[in-house]
Every structure is written in C-alpha cells, then in structure tokens.
C-alpha cells in the first residue's frame, strides 16, 4: 500500500510540477501547461484508483502553484509542448530546488488520507485450505493419531 502512495505521489507530482512550470508570464498559460501535463498522466493516475476529483484536486494545486510560484515561462512552453508524461517529467527537473519542494510539499499533504481515516485492511496471507475451515470442523481439527490428537495410540 505504501509503495503504491510512493508511486501514486510521484506520478502527481511530476504531471502537475512538470506542467506548473513557467507560470510567471500568463495565468492562462499556467492553465494549459498543467491542463495539458495532467491529461498526459491521467491514465496511469486512474489505473492507480485515482477518482476524477483527486485529480481535479492536483491540477488546482498545479495551477496555484505556477502561478504563485512564479514558474519560468520557458518551462511552462516545455509542459505545453510535452509530447509524453516522460517528456513532462524532464521540463520538472527545470523548476528551482525551491519550486521543486513547495509543489511537493503541496501534492504530498493532498494525499495524506483524512485525519481519523483508516487505511483500507491489507488483504490476508493465503494459508492454504486450513484457512478456510471453520474453528470447530473436523478440517480444523488435527486427524485421530497425528501430533496434536489427545488420543494416545
């Protein structure tokens, strides 16, 4: 589970870092260079569990952050211009150290799960067929003579 949240977050944060760079010229811009990188990640986002509301929520983060940022236009032109989600994780590394940080910050905090909210359970080990027999049954119970039977031989 926490490797999928690993692999989820960096997905998030290369669409939306990689297509908030460049911001500082046209809010416009901004807009089209994350709605452009989010489109180019949205399928290995959805075949993550990705619903279409947290993905609405990483673009406004996205946006707010190229904006707010400042994001350099020439990096904004690189997520437009983006013909893969690897070529929009290469205008990411474009970004300052700082850039960087603040938009990861920001997409890692919108993956925390709710305060108070529990993780889905992991699913159990499989343990062969005694697992599925009841407490109780004759399949749970060990067989007359084994180790573990109260009858002596």
């Known amino acids: 589970m926490r490797r999928m949240m690993n692999k989820l ?18 809010g416009a ?17 959805q075949k993550m569990g990705e619903d279409d509301a947290t993905i609405a929520k990483m673009r406004a983060i996205g946006v707010d952050h190229c904006k707010s940022d400042k994001w350099a236009g020439d990096v904004v032109q690189c997520m437009i211009d983006a013909k893969t989600e690897a070529d929009a994780q290469g205008c990411y590394k474009k970004l300052t150290p700082e850039q960087q940080t603040a938009m990861n910050n920001a997409a890692m905090e919108a993956m925390k799960p709710p305060a108070g909210a529990t993780p889905p359970p992991a699913p159990a080990p499989d343990m062969g067929s005694a697992a599925a027999a009841p407490a109780g049954s004759a399949a749970a119970a060990p067989a007359a003579g084994s180790a573990g039977s109260s009858t002596a031989p």
């Open 29 to 45: 811009d901004c807009d089209k260079a994350i709605d452009h990188s989010m489109e180019l990640s949205k399928a290995d986002m």
């Open 9 to 26: 977050s960096f997905v998030f944060l290369a669409a939306l870092s990689v297509a908030a760079l460049g911001c500082k010229k046209k």
